[in-house]
């Protein structure tokens, strides 16, 4: 009866159960906060603003931070990742929340779309739901979730799409529209990551598996994919240095080292399928080097290897043994390219780029337990799948909880991730995450070990934010030093001549600050900080012009910037424009969801005499953070300024209950009790 059930089983009942299962696999893992590269794609402030969504197409320059294009999309061409990341900035903002729902949503759907796929190609429900269920839960797939991984589950949704048009239109009705959509989804795939490329290979497989080997047919059948393939690697190496690099590495090749790049070639081979079947916590990247002096253990594995793959073939190119294996093993094309275009740095791997080709052995394992289902004690044979699934959960959950902090991950990554210790660009990762927990001692320790280094490719970066530590520590005179040796480093770098401008700002150089502030502005014109910066010195030189306009200039880039808008609102309170402070001052209540700044906005809305927008102000502040206690501190002696004594006691009594270690609030509320008994 059960078996009738699930062979007859709807879709939207699968993806009900898929539902339940990742939200039960992901649900500890969707307040995690933003993680690694999260921080460089919320960096560029373009992403937080619509009217950059066409920018993501522009094709970059040598330096994309600079210009129109997005930053780190020097060397990649994915404008679909940038339109998703504006689109989900518009709705999500800064809640991470949203973004791993919005993740985690995405994986259910891709895992829903494997099971289509299967289900067409095999048609069998049974097997495609247990291959869905064991893809669902599998630990290697964590990063879809955990990770702002989402652009990368929508192209493995497009390339399933993909292959089930592909399948559809070759058989029925609607072909040339079917086909079209397939290789539509295709391009669409491509833009959004170029690991997709693989994909044709995929879709040739598949025609020559349904075919029974009538390869003639299935090459006229997908050869427009290959068009298109070749067309995208063109594309590519127009617009990078691909070519240059490869020119470069094949004119210092070394014949005699070709044994060992194909010997680092297996042992990546073995790490993945190692991380498959005995799944132990995080895996994010490995790093061979082509220099193990057991090349001939990792030869003669992947000799073996071959060896076996013909014999399945020989056995019968039809068999569901012979499918897998082929199909993971397409999956390993792109690592062969790129051991070619980058042995000086070794075999490098990451598991999403493999995801594609993973899901053959999740298929090889739900076939072994339906032959087992079929010859065993069925209730065993389920027991233990249930028991199988519930151990790949409890891993998946430990590894969403390793992510769950920046440090907790890093210090795993630098003991476990293979080839990746003591890279010193894990020292700058680390040295950045203390930084931004203003752990001024250990940033530093960090950046000061690639600093004794010598490394130049880190030096402008280093000192840059050694620059900014000392800064901050009131270390002026160091932090100056340190921004000159960014700089001497690196000239082009914005962020040391903004920040030794504001040096000089402070020293009271503003024509030298002056200077600086414009260099960097004109190497980063979408730099919100700098004309901040810039501004502020306009307004020491009571030229208030100058500084309106640069402020409407942040906000035409980040709608909302709340420095900006408040920055707007005290100048129009310094010259007494009544109308700026109006209009200026609703939208940061409105849109703004930062305390401290709607504290600000209340206090300098109080002392204009704009009591109730400056309670509104309050009253938002409160809201956004009810444990914000200068709010309650702020908002009381207002209420307390226009004679409401006793709702200002009450407003003080929760402040003093949110921090009962400030004295503030007993001060306060003792002041108004005495001069109301006088």
């Not at 999956?331 to 791997?349: C, E, K, N, Q, Y």
């Not at 700058?428 to 490719?457: D, E, F, H, T």
């Not at 414009?518 to 501004?535: F, H, P, Q, V």
């Not at 939208?587 to 509104?616: C, F, K, R, W, Y």
Request: net charge positive.
């Amino acid at each position: 009866m059960g078996s009738y059930l699930l062979k007859n089983i709807k879709g939207w009942v699968v993806f009900g159960i898929l539902s339940a299962v990742c939200l039960l696999t992901y649900q500890n893992s969707l307040h995690n906060p933003f993680m690694i590269d999260d921080h460089t794609v919320f960096s560029d402030v373009k992403i937080k603003n619509v009217k950059f969504l066409l920018n993501s197409f522009v094709i970059p320059t040598h330096n994309p931070e600079h210009g129109q294009s997005f930053i780190a999309s020097s060397d990649y061409y994915r404008p679909l990742a940038y339109v998703f990341y504006i689109l989900s900035y518009y709705v999500f903002g800064n809640d991470p929340f949203g973004y791993h729902s919005l993740s985690l949503f995405l994986f259910i759907l891709m895992s829903f779309t494997l099971y289509k796929f299967i289900e067409i190609l095999f048609k069998d429900r049974i097997l495609s739901l247990l291959t869905a269920l064991l893809f669902a839960v599998h630990p290697i797939n964590v990063f879809y979730v955990d990770y702002f991984g989402s652009i990368h589950s929508l192209r493995f949704i497009l390339m399933f799409l993909s292959l089930i048009l592909f399948m559809k239109g070759i058989q029925g009705a609607h072909r040339i529209l079917l086909y079209s959509l397939s290789l539509l989804c295709y391009v669409t795939s491509l833009l959004c990551h170029e690991t997709s490329i693989v994909l044709p290979f995929y879709i040739l497989f598949v025609s020559v598996y349904r075919s029974k080997g009538d390869v003639k047919g299935a090459v006229i059948k997908t050869w427009p994919y290959f068009v298109v393939f070749l067309m995208f690697i063109l594309f590519r190496f127009e617009i990078t240095g691909i070519p240059g690099q490869l020119s470069s590495n094949l004119t210092h090749f070394d014949p005699s080292k070709l044994i060992f790049i194909t010997a680092a070639f297996s042992k990546i081979m073995y790490l993945y399928f190692s991380k498959l079947l005995f799944p132990d916590f995080i895996v994010f990247g490995w790093n061979v080097q082509p220099n193990d002096k057991f090349f001939y253990i990792w030869i003669g594995g992947l000799f073996i290897l071959c060896a076996a793959w013909y014999r399945l073939f020989r056995a019968g190119a039809k068999n569901i043994s012979f499918f897998c294996a082929t199909w993971m093993l397409i999956g390993f094309l792109p690592v062969t390219v790129a051991s070619l275009l980058i042995p000086p740095m070794g075999l490098i791997i990451e598991p999403q780029w493999l995801t594609f080709s993973s899901i053959a052995f999740f298929l090889y394992i739900a076939r072994g337990v339906l032959r087992l289902y079929a010859s065993m004690n069925k209730r065993f044979v389920g027991t233990a799948f249930i028991l199988l699934c519930l151990i790949l959960i409890s891993i998946t959950r430990f590894n969403n909880w390793m992510w769950g902090d920046e440090i907790r991950f890093y210090d795993y990554w630098q003991e476990n991730i293979e080839g990746f210790n003591g890279s010193h660009g894990n020292d700058l990762v680390m040295g950045n995450i203390y930084l931004g927990k203003k752990n001024y001692r250990l940033a530093r320790y960090y950046y000061q070990k690639i600093a004794r280094s010598g490394q130049p490719g880190y030096a402008a970066e280093v000192y840059s934010n050694l620059g900014l530590i000392d800064f901050r520590l009131g270390n002026l005179e160091l932090a100056q030093k340190e921004f000159l040796l960014s700089l001497r480093s690196n000239p082009d770098n914005a962020f040391a001549l903004n920040n030794l401008a504001v040096i000089y700002r402070n020293q009271l150089n503003y024509k030298l600050a002056k200077e600086f502030l414009l260099r960097a502005l004109g190497l980063d014109k979408y730099s919100i900080e700098t004309r901040l910066n810039l501004a502020y010195i306009f307004e020491k030189e009571s030229n208030y012009r100058k500084a309106v306009r640069l402020y409407n200039e942040n906000l035409n880039i980040v709608p909302y910037e709340e420095r900006s808008l408040l920055a707007l609102v005290e100048d129009g309170v310094q010259s007494g424009d009544e109308a700026s402070v109006k209009k200026y001052s609703p939208l940061i209540i409105e849109h703004v969801q930062n305390p401290a700044v709607l504290t600000e906005l209340g206090s300098v809305l109080a002392g204009s005499g704009l009591i109730s927008m400056a309670s509104d102000a309050f009253g938002q502040a409160i809201r956004v953070n009810p444990r914000y206690e200068q709010a309650y501190l702020e908002g009381g002696k207002l209420l307390a300024n226009t004679g409401k004594y006793k709702e200002a006691i009450r407003v003080w009594q929760i402040g003093e209950s949110v921090d009962p270690n400030d004295p503030g609030f007993r001060d306060n509320i003792a002041k108004v009790k005495h001069a109301r008994m006088d």
